[in-house]
């Protein structure tokens, strides 16, 4: 049985961390950022104060919230897995098949958009060029996320002026694009869970765009996904229309950062 210390088990990831890691065979020790408040102790996860002595006989750590003291992890040998957005960029990332790399003690999340643009060859034979539109949920946010959207669409039901504070732009039907970065575009739009990422494919001169079989991970769909479908949809959903001779065509791709991008690798390479 695997013994796993989960670091911000009450965020919103931490929380499907442990839910799932407890369905497998592992051992799972909640523990919090820093002290315990009053609604963390009352939760639905029990969790505990972070301390080094409770480390002891961990055989991995992962974490999901930056932890209150730095000490926390200094005498800590084993294995670890940093899935915060600000993670170490030297450590390593995820490989994107397999399990846990050889001689390898810490690695981090790879980002979501990276996995899903690394699978379009085994998704779409004979490709040429990509472009597109990434349409990104405030799940990316976490609770800060959640709690921001969800804050500011009452203030607005209110005929108020939305708080930004917490989520540094308004989020409250709003969409909001990004600085593109290449041939893709970041629009943050006003959904809890759920991105969508719609690609305009073409084929090298000559060739046409084929549909292969879809790899693990991945189901064809019938028509475009919507958000609310892939939030709770452990696959990526994907579909194909092809124009021009089948020379072009959109492909419209669904998931979950949380469920899709991070749950299902992580559970990949440790084996479970």
Not at 37 to 66: N, Q, R, S, Y
Not at 112 to 132: D, H, Y
Request: charged fraction near 20%; proline fraction near 8%; hydrophobic fraction near 45%.
């Amino acid at each position: 049985m695997l013994k796993i210390a989960v670091i911000g088990a009450g965020t919103l990831l931490g929380r499907e961390l442990v839910e799932i890691l407890e369905t497998r065979d592992c051992s799972v020790l909640p523990l919090t950022g820093g002290p315990l408040t009053m609604d963390e102790e009352l939760g639905d996860v029990v969790m505990f104060a972070p301390h080094p002595g409770l480390l002891e006989g961990i055989e991995m750590v992962i974490l999901t919230e930056t932890p209150a003291s730095a000490d926390l992890l200094a005498d800590y040998h084993g294995r670890l897995v940093d899935l915060r957005m600000d993670a170490d960029p030297a450590l390593p990332v995820m490989p994107l098949a397999g399990g846990w790399p050889e001689g390898v003690k810490a690695l981090r999340s790879r980002p979501t958009v990276e996995q899903v643009l690394a699978i379009l060859p085994k998704l779409v034979g004979n490709l040429g060029e990509v472009g597109g539109t990434h349409l990104r949920s405030v799940a990316f946010l976490g609770d800060r996320g959640l709690d921001g959207l969800m804050e500011q669409t009452v203030a607005v039901f209110k005929g108020e002026d939305p708080n930004t504070e917490k989520l540094g732009y308004r989020a409250a039907f709003e969409v909001i694009p990004q600085v593109p970065r290449g041939r893709l575009v970041e629009v943050r739009v006003p959904a809890f869970h759920g991105d969508l990422l719609i690609l305009h494919l073409s084929a090298p001169a000559g060739g046409k765009l084929t549909r292969l079989e879809a790899p693990d991970g991945v189901a064809w769909a019938e028509a475009p996904p919507s958000s609310r479908e892939v939030a709770v949809n452990s696959n990526l959903l994907a579909h194909l229309s092809l124009c021009e001779e089948d020379r072009a065509g959109v492909l419209t791709l669904g998931f979950d950062p949380i469920l899709w991008g991070t749950l299902v690798p992580l559970l990949r390479i440790l084996g479970l």
